[in-house]
């Protein structure tokens, strides 16, 4: 059911809200009494400012990607998300709250992954700061993203398989807010992106923030102006902490990458935002991938991280008022970007940063050729993790080098 006692800041336009069981009211209102006063403590934030600083490695470059603008014929900037520790932007939100989960005295963490990164965030900052966590992943992608499994299991995580419904992302979601409410005085819920009740959706985006005012100083420092920011868009939540610092400015273009998966005329993908129709998932009000009945769409992409049939309502606010556009690209675009930037910088991004940067395919060629445009493209993870699954592609003998799928040796070179 949904609170009829939160103010303004629980919505995002007409999205966001509480849609959830009265059993969970209580955790919710915890959480945001705490994040409110935790938000003006000093002390909490040296601690946190400190950790980013000293233990992820931050502040994480703007790499001016030479090779890639020469192709391109634009400036193209990569926001290295990539060289956080453990790899990917995920670990910047984890930290923040699991160090909020601890000054409020919880003993254990629960956190859903469908790529692996915010569960291996996770089980980071819990080995670090001395609490007990499990990760909720579904089977499919336990299977797919083995080596996140290990290294969960490795930090001292219990990871558990969900063997409901596609097994991925949306049901391991599912299952950690099921765990959730049955220990809610306990556990702290420690969510992964920009999505679910509030004040999740808003917690998120501050602790991911970091990376648009990063970006935004860099350039100021470097006397440059963004006029286009790309992300990847799954529940959004690297896409809303890069846009964050650039939301005032509308001479900066926004991009949101989702997963088209095998194509958006098929049913195989989840763009969301493309597609989807207002409703209610995971406790939020939000573009849903939905049939005419309501019922939640199953969903694909070659990405374990972007398959999920929603999307963060900030994302959701920002598209109705057109202040961000959102554009698919399908599995095979994506690997063949990855591919290009793999050769052409020595940067193996993940295969969810590799939409975003699928995208520059399709926005350069629109661009004026009488003027050079900054390009920020925010490359969310490396490409570690994805080793299986992109060997699995480039080496499958039935569909090398077709269907727009580079084999190993070729193609980039054939161009």
């Not at 009211?25 to 006063?37: T, V």
């Not at 002390?43 to 470059?61: A, I, Q, S, W």
């Not at 391109?72 to 909020?100: M, S, W």
């Not at 989807?276 to 309501?294: D, F, S």
């Amino acid at each position: 059911m949904e609170n009829k006692h939160f103010n303004e800041k629980a919505y995002f336009g007409q999205f966001g809200g509480q849609f959830v069981p009265e059993t969970a009211m209580f955790a919710l209102s915890e959480l945001e009494a705490e994040y409110e006063k935790l938000k003006n403590d000093k002390e909490f934030f040296e601690e946190f400012d400190d950790l980013l600083k000293n233990y992820v490695g931050r502040e994480t470059p703007l790499y001016y990607a030479k090779n890639l603008s020469e192709h391109y014929n634009h400036d193209i900037y990569l926001k290295r998300e990539d060289l956080n520790h453990t790899g990917a932007h995920k670990i910047n939100n984890a930290l923040g709250q699991v160090l909020l989960a601890k000054k409020m005295g919880k003993k254990k963490v629960i956190a859903e992954t469908g790529a692996g990164q915010h569960g291996v965030a996770t089980a980071t900052a819990a080995a670090l700061l001395g609490l007990e966590c499990d990760v909720y992943m579904g089977a499919v992608d336990i299977e797919r993203q083995k080596l996140n499994v290990f290294r969960m299991e490795l930090l001292g995580a219990r990871v558990i398989s969900i063997e409901d419904g596609l097994k991925t992302l949306k049901e391991a979601t599912t299952a950690a807010i099921q765990s959730w409410v049955a220990e809610i005085e306990t556990v702290f819920y420690v969510i992964g992106s920009v999505v679910g009740p509030h004040p999740y959706p808003t917690i998120v985006r501050d602790f991911q923030s970091i990376i648009g005012y990063e970006t935004k100083a860099q350039l100021d420092e470097m006397g440059k102006h963004a006029d286009h920011v790309i992300a990847c868009v799954g529940g959004g939540s690297n896409a809303i902490g890069i846009f964050s610092a650039f939301l005032e400015d509308n001479s900066t273009k926004l991009y949101g990458v989702e997963a088209g998966g095998y194509g958006i005329d098929t049913d195989m993908h989840a763009a969301t935002l493309t597609l989807g129709k207002p409703g209610i998932i995971h406790g939020m009000k939000t573009y849903v991938l939905q049939n005419k009945y309501g019922q939640i769409s199953p969903v694909h992409s070659i990405s374990a991280g972007l398959d999920y049939p929603g999307v963060g309502p900030e994302h959701s606010h920002l598209f109705d008022i057109k202040r961000a556009t959102y554009a698919p690209i399908t599995d095979d675009e994506a690997m063949k970007a990855l591919m290009l930037v793999t050769r052409k910088e020595g940067i193996i991004p993940a295969i969810e940063s590799s939409h975003a940067l699928a995208y520059l395919e399709k926005l350069c060629p629109v661009l004026s050729k009488d003027k050079r445009e900054t390009i920020v493209v925010n490359v969310s993870g490396r490409g570690d993790k994805d080793m299986h699954t992109v060997f699995s592609v480039l080496k499958d003998k039935e569909t090398g080098g077709k269907n727009g799928i580079y084999e190993l040796n070729g193609g980039l070179e054939n161009e």
